[in-house]
């Protein structure tokens, strides 16, 4: 089996969640013996070699239209389904805060599209996608699609109860490197450090969190770079860190290990997260976890986890205080390495592939 990855343009220019998925979905595929290409959305790309086509980021729906066009090639999409539409309303400033305050979410996201085609230069590769609009270009998607990869549960249910289009679907979880983030002998744990993992953007909400810890007795690492055109975002993050506030630039996942080691909690309190890998990799290593209540999280860390509202950074300490004097049992860990490993995602992400080319043959 030949499989096409096509995924944003921006890939590995502002690394993500989905910058590890997509890479190491193709690594553990081709485990597998499934050859598996990663191309990005604003490539000119030759189809006929491929068996199927397999997408990410839905919300991303002018990325995709084309391609599905172009090919006329069987496809999946991996839908990693956010929703930042109470981001938008409660912490955009300026002409766009007012805008975002009185438009659907879906309105909003199709505005931030051509936002960036006039300000940016950044090309609509799918035409289609003007006159369709954003949910109208997902329904599309949804309903062309051979089957529907969401990363949980929780998050099909999102994206039906949304868009009211139905397709096949079968869950593949995120997950961990199991042979990189696990957790060697006895921690030493520094008691008051804190960490945070992930890009620093106003949807990771590391501002909040800032405001959350400035002047206690922990010692906050922000751990990333700013996502791009979000510099004031940044500028104003750093303004703000009181001398009990350290920032650590992108670092790789090997590196990142030594954090997760030493420190006592890891915080994700972002405005939303299907998952939030960053916390999966801290819980596989022993941290304790505070994380938002916003998206799917309760599916993957259930009641392992400390939940803070990112609106308020009185949450966020109340949450951070409460993890920091939790023990920490090991079943979150167990849960993690028997359940969510880039192993067990391959497997069911080649099921898939297995029974859309069944059902397309079937079908014919």
Known sequence: MRVLFIARSTLYKDKGGDTVQVLQTAEQLRKLQIEVDIKLTNEVIAYEPYDLLHFFNIIRPADILHHIRASGKPYVVSTIFVDYSEYEKKSRKGLAGL????????????LKVVARRVVNGEKIISPGYLWYGQRGSIRRIIRGAGMLLPNSASEYRRLYAHFKAEARYEVIPNAID?????????????????????RIEGRKNQL??????NGTA???????SPSANQAAYYKACREEAGPNVTFVSA????????????????????????????????????????????????????????????????????????????????????KIF?????????????????KLLLFTFTEK
């Open 99 to 110: 805008l975002f305050r009185v438009l659907s979410p879906d309105q909003i996201e199709y």
């Open 178 to 198: 199991p042979l990189l983030f696990h957790q060697a002998g006895v921690a030493q744990r520094q008691q008051d450090m804190v960490i945070c993992v992930g």
């Open 208 to 213: 909040n969190l800032i405001r959350a810890l």
């Open 338 to 354: 028997s359940e969510y490993t880039w192993q067990q995602t391959a497997r069911r992400t080649a099921d898939a592939y297995s």
């Open 218 to 224: 922990y010692r906050l690492f922000i751990i990333g």
């Open 251 to 334: 670092t790789s996942q090997e590196e990142l290990t030594g954090y997760y080691s030493t420190a006592r909690v890891h915080v994700l309190p972002s405005w939303f997260e299907t998952t939030g890998l960053s916390s999966l990799e801290a819980a596989a290593m022993g941290c304790r976890l505070v994380i938002t209540d916003k998206g799917d999280t309760r599916e993957y860390f259930e009641d392992y986890a400390f939940y803070c509202d990112p609106a308020s950074p009185e949450s966020i300490l109340a949450a951070v205080e409460r993890a920091a004097a939790a023990e920490e049992d090991g079943t979150l860990r167990r």
